[in-house]
T-cell receptor, first 113, second 113 residues
Framework: DGGITQSPKYLFRKEGQNVTLSCEQN?????MYWYRQDPGQGLRLIYY???????QKGDIAEGYSVSREKKESFPLTVTSAQKNPTAFYLC????????????FGPGTRLTVL | GENVEQHPSTLSVQEGDSAVIKCTYS??????FPWYKQELGKGPQLIID?????GEKKDQRIAVTLNKTAKHFSLHITETQPEDSAVYFC????????????FGSGTQLTVLP
């Protein structure tokens, strides 16, 4: 997991509430990513950011929002518009925008009741 | 966009035997192919990767082969050990900083003692 911290490890929320997942890195990496993982499926890209104050939608951005105000931090908000938010969420970083190798954090398991 | 298919979804082998996991990709522009290992409840960890200018790469008991013509690549694990039990993901990435990794759906490998 290196220098990538995701907190908390487990998160429970009631349906209809927004929730923010934290991702912090001390690797001095420029690029950061959020993926969603569901059982029996691969990782799907939600949002990514290649530089501070800029981010791009991934394949499944609907119902999610992000910000990149600091190089070290890339929080993900799961909004009430996300129809099926229960999943394992993974944050990743890469040294430079376009770098191939990505490093993953330990993940946050979100359960919406 | 890129589409990556991975087989098999589950694989059981006896300790000491070899394991092979195969992936196919659709975008001929893909030139980077990593393999990740994910243990239960943790984030994926890069175990080996290959770029399109080589056909094979080895790292101790792990090897990856790439056939660009057929658009498929494979992970080979020899002399399997119980600690190799995990979910393995392949991925592919086309060249260009705006292009992102696309993951396969994963293979649950179980090494039986």
């Amino acid at each position: 997991d290196g220098g990538i911290t995701q907190s908390p490890k487990y998160l429970f929320r009631k349906e209809g509430q927004n929730v923010t997942l934290s991702c912090e890195q001390n690797l001095n990496h420029d690029a950061m990513y959020w993926y969603r993982q569901d059982p029996g499926q691969g990782l799907r890209l939600i949002y990514y950011s290649q530089i501070v104050n800029d981010f791009q939608k991934g394949d499944i951005a609907e119902g999610y929002s992000v910000s990149r105000e600091k190089k070290e931090s890339f929080p993900l908000t799961v909004t009430s518009a996300q129809k099926n938010p229960t999943a394992f969420y993974l944050c990743a970083t890469a040294g430079l925008a376009g770098d191939n190798e990505q490093f993953f954090g330990p993940g946050t398991r979100l359960t919406v009741l | 966009g890129e589409n990556v298919e991975q087989h098999p979804s589950t694989l059981s082998v006896q300790e000491g035997d070899s394991a092979v996991i195969k992936c196919t990709y659709s975008d001929s522009a893909s030139n980077y192919f990593p393999w990740y290992k994910q243990e239960l409840g943790k984030g994926p960890q890069l175990i080996i990767d290959i770029r399109s200018n080589v056909g094979e790469k080895k790292d101790q008991r792990i090897a990856v082969t790439l056939n660009k013509t057929a658009k498929h690549f494979s992970l080979h694990i020899t002399e399997t050990q119980p600690e190799d039990s995990a979910v393995y993901f392949c991925a592919a990435k086309p060249s260009g900083s705006a292009r992102q990794l696309t993951f396969g759906s994963g293979t649950q490998l179980t090494v039986l003692p």
